[in-house]
């Protein structure tokens, strides 16, 4: 289905003259793409979009790509981070607005449905107050910084029903899935404030910035803050 | 006050020219009302005040270095020196024999010249080693014994040779089977660049030789670059001739070394570099084409690295290797869409490009060989490839030639004390490639536990998507966890100093440090010991600057804190810095202030972080040294900045905080705050053509120059000149003369290059480009002098080109109606017939179709309006809506010559023969070919010339894409599209407004009608 996709969008470019190379970088892409080799088609597409900037197909084709990869555990290498997707999927879209009616379909594209900058291109605004909610649960599960070689410790995940919130903590020098531990509370918003409650101890109160940031309030740069819609990759 | 002058050249900075003439840097700006040290301009005529009085010295300074091209005569006039005085003091035997980068005391003893007034100079200022004291002896350059240095002359001469043996090294060397149409001689000029042609001249006009004559017949053609004369014997055996001839080979040299040496010449000097054999490989490049691509490409590649002129030689034959690579992928692929003789011609080219190549991996074994001054083997040859052509030492110099220590690369410990200290091997499977990325960064963590086992752990095991080089345990042990070799994961989504591209895995090195980074645990003596032997060895293994030796926290701030604060960064620092003689960092050093003939080695405090100015009210200032100093100095612009806040440093914050209205307290004029901060990045990134734009006909002059300059110079995949990028935006500039005079002004402010060079550099000379540099030039020639014949519309397949006949019909008596009138009243399809302002308007489009690939065929520009009378009438008699004898007579008006035509065949009596004169209009229809609507005389668009009606291919120029009038590129995708294009240049189709019909397709004129 995304491949159909993928063809006819191929099929609709038309770039500029002066874009040969990029045009041509994107098609040989293409062709990678259909014979599944993943990582030798997002090179390709890079390419087109180094060879031209504006060329919106290949930062489109780059963007999906890294998603299959993302979505078959790659990571790292190329890099199918979800901001550096969105970044080319972004691109595409302010290059050519046709590409959004097909991102929403696209099923390589899956893995950045849960982040701002997905909501953001679907009219969703971290700078309005009123949005603040719907991106809380847009995004639904947010992450704290990686710490040291041990990556995002703590996460928060808001639910829709009831207002549950699950805040999840494990602690340097563990593993994943060690020793986490997990508490359930609610939440509720006022302005850019989220306040969570949970049945011990004092709420955490967290502060949704324009950019589309959350920090905790008294939290420290580097363990606690900044709290963003993806997990720390690699870096150690 | 007596005083010099200096014009500010390309790339000068005013902390730079200050430093050469020994002022201050704010003695330099306030003499000369320069608010903003940074905003300086080429070409800008400076005044240097005589020497700052206090200490007593002279604005002379005490040596000069020989730059390529400067004589003793030269040197000594612009110190105002007799030639005498300088070679005594430098003890010289010959006076014409000078090195390159040679060093010559000016002065026998430095008292000598105290209060003495100097002359006027343009030149460079010179380049100064000391201002006081003696000089110190590694800086001169001992003359041999026997023997002397070479002149400029002699490299030149081995530079011909190596440049011939790979061209074809004799004079008589024929070739024409590339687009340079034919190339001959030692140089293989072309005559599709006019360098044939100008030494053709020149042979025609001094040659007594028969074959001169013979030649001087072939001039006209040769003017003309005629592509005929790829094919002509006569011309081959006349130039085989006259290649036998000693005063051809004489003329040859003459002409190239005019014509090509001195853009090699000044290359290599702004380039800083000083041997023969980078000469050489400068010159060959531009007599190829390319050099300055390739040097943009070089000094890309080089950037913010310590180099050495080997390291920096090595790298450029890199780059052109590369170029010639994609040059010759570019025409093989643009082969595939293409037939016949011109995807013969591009496959030949390619191939060309392919042997070319061989001159750069013959031009880097000598500079793999070690041979900077082009001495050769024992015998005194340069071994190129399978030729062998005499060296430099051959031709009189001594064999003892002293090799130039390397200009920029610091005293540095061989490779034999670079001795990697032992690591205990605990391979991560989580890495990549660097996908050719160069290490230039030294990133530092903390892993945020005290438990080296749990960080090994994470850092091997592949769920967690971490690792790096280097683990480093709290009792000293290395961990190697990846290859240095490999990208290892430990940096994330970071940039340096706001780079994100390479990325920072690609480029760094990851050394992870055991500690909890609590700030309370102490990072272990062990560790630190173990990190002064890790790190200068990477430093130097890798030439790692200085500025680029930082914290995970520096490269992600706002998200890191690794490594912790408690972190001592200076033992590390000290490290390096005894380990390289403390002058990695790359660029001059900023706490030379050019007092000292050796750095005063200084100690640097480690400045606040960037954060902590920003937030906590931190203060840079002089004798700090980190990143945040660094980002100050990138802000100010500084040439390379270097991470230490020095007296340099202080001078350019404390005039931007003058100029930018930061208020500071008295003392503190040359700290950086906040506040200055603040206003540096208010201030208008380095863009001095900011606010520039030419709102004129909505032209974005800055935005063609980005364009023009970035097809030049190649993108990062597409290597070499986008020609048709260059010819789009070069269109866009209309052929106005205004246009193209603010051009080039904006073009050469942000580039530094005047355009027509640059252009020429890049298409110019032997048998690559020709063409191309004519056509790219044709669009920087107003429209009043017509562009050169290649850019004129092509000539249309139909019908015949003839000009319109103003003859008319035979005089007085009527003839009867048919075929013939046909050829009478022709119409013209040259655009030049065309009325103004439509004829500049009609110019404008199709320049914007060549430009954009669509190719046109005009069939009709100018009608006769007695030919849209036949042409009208013809029809409605064949279509016998109307009889021939009613048809009307042709009205002349504005003295228009009458149409006596007979349209009924009346015989004497004055009886018409409708029959015939029906068949007769039938045949004339059909001959004058016409659309199905036809104007009536004096209402059609095209009897005022006000009209043009043209084919398209590809139809309508689908799929192509055209710059319209206002500086847009359109992809044309319907007719419609190339409807609105034509009409944003004020020529309108048939369809434009409205009607739908196709009656009159290809008709466009300047109301629509």
Redesign the interface.
Known sequence: MSRTLLLLALLLC?????A??AK??NTEGFRLYQAGKLEQAAQKFE?AT???PKHALAHYNLAATLGVLRKRGV???P?T?L??ILDHLTTAVRLDPRRLARAKEDADLDPIRNTVGWHRLLGLSPARTEDVPKLLLGVRKWYG???????TLRTFTFLEEGKRAVMSQRQ?????GQGTEEREGTWSVSGRKVELRFPKGDPIILTLDKQGVLSQQGGS???EN?ITDAP????? | MPHLEYRIKPGDTLAAIARSYNVTLDVLARHNGISNPNRIQSGQLLRIPAAAGSSGSTSRPLTHKVSAGETLSSIAASYELTVETLAQANNLRDVNRLFIGQVLKLQSTPSASTGQTLNTRSGPPPQQQVTSGTLPQQHTTPLPASGSPPSIHDIMEVAFRITGAFEGGRATSYQNEDSGIVSYGKHQATLSSGTLGTILAKYVKRSTNPAAQRLAGFMDRVNRKDSSLRKDAGFKQALLDAGADPVMSVIQDEVFAQKYWPTAEQGTQSDKLKSPLALAMYYDTNIQGGLAAVRTATAKAMKGKPFSELAYLTEFNRQRDLRLQGLAEDKRSAARYKWGEEKEQLLNDAKWLDSSRSRVVALQSLVAAGDLQLRGDAQGLLHLNRYRVRGLSAGGASTTQPQQPAPTSPPRADAATLVKPPVVSKPSPNFGSRNGTDIDAIILHHTASNNVEADLRTLTKPSSKVSAHYLIGPDGTMYQLVQDEMKAWHAGESAIRGQKKPGVNSRSIGIEITNDGLGRTPFTEAQYQALEKLVPYLVRAYKVPMENLLGHRDVAPGRKIDPANNFDWSRVRRAVEASTGGTVATGPQDNNTGNASTPTPRKWSLSPSLDDVLKKGAVLKEGMQGPAVSELQRLLGLESPDGKFGSNTKLVVKTFNASAGVKMPPGLEGTATKATFEALKKKSPPNPIAGDVIAKAGVNLPEIARNVHAAMQGGLTSLGTNEEQVYTNLARLNHDAKLITEFKKVYAKTYKVDIVEELKSEFSNTWLYGDELNKALSYLSPRSSPPPKKTNPPAPITPGNKTPSPSPSPGGAKERSGKEWVNRFLPSNKVSDLKEPFQSKVRNFLTALTAGGVKYDINTTLRPPQRSYLMYYAREVASGRLAPDKVPAFIPQNNDAPVNIDWAHRDAQGKADLTAAKKAAVAMDKEYNAAKAIGKPYKSNHNGGEAIDMDFAPAWGIGKSVVDATGKTVTIRSKRDLLVVGATFGVYHWNYHGPKNKTDDPHWSKTGN
């Open positions: 038309a770039g500029p003259a002066s040969q190379s041509q970088l390419a180094e060879a031209d990571f790292c290498e890099d981070s901001n550096n910084p990686g710490v040291g070689v041990y990556g340097p020098g563990t593993e994943e740069i580097g363990t900044p720390s990759e690699c870096e150690a």
